[in-house]
């Protein structure tokens, strides 16, 4: 493996190789995608720039090796299945053997869902009956699912829950009906209006405010503390720390303990991690990578926990004035 293609991870030439092909081919990919896989790699799209021929070159062969490796005989298409089957066995049965390997139809609808808001999902089936709810949650990623149940009223989740836990299969009268309803669901979803990321954007406009930015930002705190609250998190994303001038990396360094840096850098953008170990003296960073190595996989939820706090002592360093924070990617000139 070169040099050049150890430092890009594997996302991030994902995103070279969906960059290299235009848009009309990155398209029919990126709908083939999870809603995660999608705002991730677009995510990392959005942030390149000046992006090397070496770094083009390396991605763009690394994608070609693993379509070698997996270009071998084709599989066998859904039409070709359904003739064989239906010879062997049967029209019926040939059908519900190919159910069972590529799911019923309403999977892609349903897929389209994954799009909607988790809280105008419950409301849409709020008065359906406790089993069309759970057969609904049951059809959707396991993520969405758990946003729509919050959504729901408190007091009849638990049975939703059940329900769900006790399906196994779902008769043909059933699944008409979720059908219907998940038609429904997309008809009004194209009715819907546009999704705006409203703390995001409140932080992003905070953050590049000349000055009085605290003053602002205790004056909106006085109308709701709540919201201002997560205006706050968002104003001092990880990412951030990419961009900071080496003194001020130098002083987080020290004020981070090293087992706590292991686990909010797992997983992160190599411009963050290269950004803090580039900070740190020699010695330390050597036993800090053997500290990442040695910790092994961390769940997801205890990775963003110690972003967390990472961020929560930036904060209290810059707002003690003992480190100047860019919190925004500035224009420079030579």
Not at 59 to 75: A, I, K, W
Request: aromatic letters at 4%; one cysteine or more.
């Amino acid at each position: 493996m070169s040099a050049e293609q150890t430092k890009l991870s594997h996302i991030e030439q994902a995103a070279i190789v969906l960059l290299s092909m235009g848009e009309e081919p990155a398209a029919a990919v990126l709908r083939c995608l999870s809603r995660e896989e999608l705002l991730e790699v677009t995510q990392v799209m959005s942030r390149m720039s000046g992006i090397k021929v070496d770094s083009v070159k390396v991605s763009l062969q690394s994608f070609f090796d693993d379509y070698r490796q997996q270009s071998g005989v084709h599989g066998a298409s859904r039409s070709y299945l359904q003739r064989s089957l239906g010879l062997a066995l049967g029209g019926d049965i040939a059908g519900s053997v190919l159910k069972s390997i590529y799911g019923d139809a309403i999977r892609p609808k349903m897929a389209r869902l994954q799009w909607a808001p988790p809280k105008w999902l419950a409301d849409t089936i709020a008065d359906e009956h406790v089993r069309m709810q759970a057969v609904f949650l049951a059809f959707l990623p396991p993520a969405l699912a758990s946003e729509v149940i919050n959504a729901l009223p408190a007091a009849g989740r638990d049975l939703v829950l059940l329900n769900v836990a006790r399906l196994s299969e779902v008769d043909g009268e059933l699944l008409a009906e979720l059908e219907e309803l998940v038609e429904r669901c997309l008809t009004g979803l194209g009715a819907q209006g546009a999704t705006v990321e409203g703390i995001k954007q409140a932080a992003e406009i905070i953050n590049r405010m000349p000055k009085d930015r605290a003053q602002m930002v205790e004056l909106l705190r006085a109308h709701d503390a709540e919201v201002v609250g997560e205006i706050e998190v968002s104003m001092y994303d990880f990412f951030l720390l990419s961009r900071q001038p080496e003194a001020a990396l130098t002083r987080i360094i020290e004020e981070v303990p090293l087992e706590l840096w292991a686990v909010a850098l797992k997983g992160a953008e190599p411009a963050v991690r290269d950004a803090i170990l580039a900070a740190m003296p020699r010695r330390q960073a050597q036993s800090f990578e053997d500290l990442i190595r040695r910790s092994g996989p961390v769940p997801m939820s205890r990775v963003e926990q110690a972003r967390e706090e990472v961020m929560a002592r930036v904060k209290a360093l810059a707002d003690a004035e003992e480190i100047q924070i860019q919190l925004f990617a500035e224009a420079t000139v030579e």
